[in-house]
């Protein structure tokens, strides 16, 4: 089946630093990759679309400029949480349609900013 | 309007019971539909995935969909510990996103 590999699987960073995740898809080639975030006993949500070779799409309320995504490899998707604060702790998690295989999610990140 | 809407519970089932999860979405142009499993700290997992009206088993689950009536359910036979989770409906509409429910906590108590 398809594997997404996330890294880290968790990290700590000091307020005001940056960190980036990364998503490879092992056995496939992801056009589109997407980025949730997931609060404490809530559900998933969609901060943004990947797509490779071009601008990533953010849903309402994401900040573009706080979370940089880039797709420049049909293997490859990061996000980098920059100025990272306190309220930026989350678990992240991406996500790509692995064609036959539906959507495969990688194994997560969690942020913890202190 | 939530898109997907499911019973964030809890749901407490014996083990060796039936365990029931429901969700209802609101997009009638909705064309597949999804429960994954999550448990605590860890990303989810997908268990079923069902794309036109009835019923479609895979071992112990069977998913069940109604498309006249908006909803989509997951029955877990003979509920183990184990099964002890988070689960989530999801619900593709067009193109690649998916739209995720709350997500209801199950425990089977041994």
């Known amino acids: 089946g398809a594997v997404v590999s996330q890294h880290p699987s968790w990290v700590i960073c000091k307020s005001g630093t940056s960190v980036k995740i990364e998503c490879r898809s092992l056995?496939?080639?992801?056009?589109?990759m997407f980025w949730y975030r997931q609060f404490p006993k809530q559900s998933l949500m969609l901060m943004a679309t990947s797509n490779e070779g071009s601008k990533a799409t953010y849903e309402q309320g994401v900040e573009k400029d706080k979370f940089l995504i880039n797709h420049a490899s049909l293997t490859l998707s990061t996000l980098t949480v920059t100025s990272a604060h306190p309220e930026d702790s989350s678990f992240y998690i991406c996500?790509?349609?692995?064609?036959?295989?539906?959507?495969?999610f990688g194994s997560g990140t969690r942020l913890t900013v202190v | 309007q939530k898109e997907v809407e499911q019973n964030s519970g809890p749901l407490s089932v014996p083990e060796g019971a039936i365990a029931s999860l429901n969700c209802t979405y609101s997009?009638?142009?909705?064309?597949?539909f999804f429960w994954y499993r999550q448990y605590s700290g860890k990303s989810p997992e997908l268990i079923m995935s069902i794309y036109s009206n009835g019923d479609k088993e895979d071992g112990r689950f069977t998913a069940q969909l109604n498309k006249a009536s908006q909803y989509v359910s997951l029955l877990i036979r003979d509920s183990q510990p184990s099964d002890s989770a988070t689960y989530l409906c999801?619900?593709?509409?067009?193109?690649?996103?998916?739209?995720f429910g709350t997500g209801t906590s199950l425990t089977v108590i041994p």
């Open positions: 999801a619900v593709n509409i067009f193109g690649y996103q998916f739209y």
């Open positions: 056995d496939f080639q992801a056009t589109t």
């Open positions: 997009d009638r142009g909705s064309q597949s």
């Open positions: 996500s790509a349609r692995s064609g036959e295989y539906g959507y495969t």
